[in-house]
C-alpha cells in the first residue's frame, strides 16, 4: 500500500525555521518526484516546491531563496526546510507523489497525497 | 506570472450535468500542460480524479470525465450526486518543474 506520512509542522515565531518530513512507503521512491503542495486556513491548494528523481528542484516564487526540498532516498524521505517564515507561509503542508512530467509521460499529475502537517507562522 | 483560472462557485441539480473549466490568463490549455483534475472535500486530502487531461484515476465514478473545450481543460460531471458537492481543482504543468493550481471551484449539488 502507497503511504506518504508527513511530520515536523508545529508553532513557529516569524523568521523562525521549521523542517517537514514526508516518509514514503509502499513503492520504489526513487523512480517518482515529489512535491509539497500547501493550503492556507480556507483558501486554496498551491504548489510549492518539487523535487525529480534528479534531484533537480524547482521552487514556487513565493518561496524561493526561504525553502528547500530535498530527498534521502535511502531513507525513502523527503524534506522541506523552510527558514524566514512569515505569517504567510501558515498552512497545511501535503506531500504528493509526482510522475515524470516530459512530453510522452502520462503520469505528470499528484496520484497519492500525504494526510499532510500544519505550520503555524505566529508571534 | 502565469495565473490559472477557475470558476469560483458552480452549481448544478442532482442528475444534472455540470462543466468546470481550467484556463489560463494567457494563452491556450493544451494536452501538452499535462492537465489534472482533484477533488477535495473540506478538511479532507485532495483525491486525484483525472490527469493526462482525459484519464480516470483508479475507483473514480465514470460520471466523471476530462477533456479540452476550446482553450482550456474541462471537467465535466454527467449525473451529479450529492457527494460530488465540495471543491474542484486543476492543475496545469508549465514545463521547467513548475506546476500550477487553479483557484478551485466549490460546486454545489442542490
Known amino acids: 500500500e502507497v503511504q506518504l506520512v508527513e511530520s515536523g509542522g508545529g508553532l513557529v515565531q516569524p523568521g523562525g525555521s521549521l523542517r517537514l518530513s514526508c516518509a514514503a512507503s509502499?513503492?520504489?521512491?526513487?523512480?517518482?518526484?515529489f512535491t509539497w503542495v500547501r493550503q492556507a486556513p480556507g483558501k486554496g491548494l498551491e504548489w510549492v516546491s518539487t523535487?525529480?528523481?534528479?534531484?533537480?528542484?524547482f521552487y514556487a516564487d513565493s518561496v524561493k531563496g526561504r525553502f528547500v526540498i530535498s530527498r534521502d532516498n535511502s531513507k525513502n524521505t523527503v524534506y522541506l526546510q523552510m527558514n524566514s517564515l512569515r505569517v504567510e507561509d501558515t498552512a497545511v503542508y501535503y506531500c504528493a507523489r509526482r510522475g515524470n512530467c516530459g512530453a510522452n509521460d502520462r503520469l505528470c499529475f499528484f496520484d497519492f497525497w500525504g494526510q499532510g502537517t500544519l505550520v503555524t507562522v505566529s508571534s | 506570472q502565469t495565473v490559472v483560472t477557475q470558476e469560483p462557485s458552480f452549481s448544478v441539480s442532482p442528475g444534472g450535468t455540470v462543466t468546470l473549466t481550467c484556463g489560463l490568463s494567457s494563452g491556450s490549455v493544451s494536452t501538452s500542460h499535462h492537465p489534472s483534475w482533484y477533488q477535495q472535500t473540506p478538511g479532507q486530502t485532495p483525491r486525484s480524479l483525472i490527469y493526462n487531461t482525459n484519464t480516470r484515476s483508479s475507483g473514480v465514478p465514470d460520471r466523471f470525465s476530462g477533456s479540452i473545450l476550446g482553450n482550456k481543460a474541462a471537467l465535466t460531471i454527467t449525473g451529479a450526486q450529492a457527494e460530488d458537492e465540495c471543491d474542484y481543482y486543476c492543475v496545469l504543468y508549465m514545463g521547467s518543474g513548475i506546476s500550477v493550481f487553479g483557484g478551485g471551484t466549490k460546486l454545489t449539488v442542490l
Open positions: 523535487i525529480n528523481t534528479a534531484a533537480l528542484t
Open positions: 509502499g513503492f520504489t521512491s526513487n523512480t517518482y518526484a
